[in-house]
């Protein structure tokens, strides 16, 4: 199951954790190389860079269609 607290240990954010191992994040994140979930996380990472591209790219094209039928 996709978790963003696991996603972000993955990543080797440290922010939000609340335990008292932090130093562990960098070795797990470390585990990661060359696996298929390095891939995978990969994929996901770049989509929701993509979604986000695309939200604000929508959002402009509404604003735009709203000035136009206001002209």
């Known amino acids: 199951m996709y978790c963003k607290h696991r996603i972000r240990i993955l990543h080797g954010v440290i922010e939000a954790i609340v335990s008292d191992n932090t130093i562990d994040v ?4 470390s585990w990661l190389a060359g696996t298929d979930v390095e891939t995978a996380l990969q994929t996901v ?20 269609l709203a000035k136009c039928l206001l002209n």
């Open 45 to 64: 990472t770049s989509l929701e860079k993509e979604a986000e591209r695309i939200k604000s790219a929508l959002s402009a094209a509404k604003k735009a």
């Open 26 to 29: 960098s070795t797990v994140a």
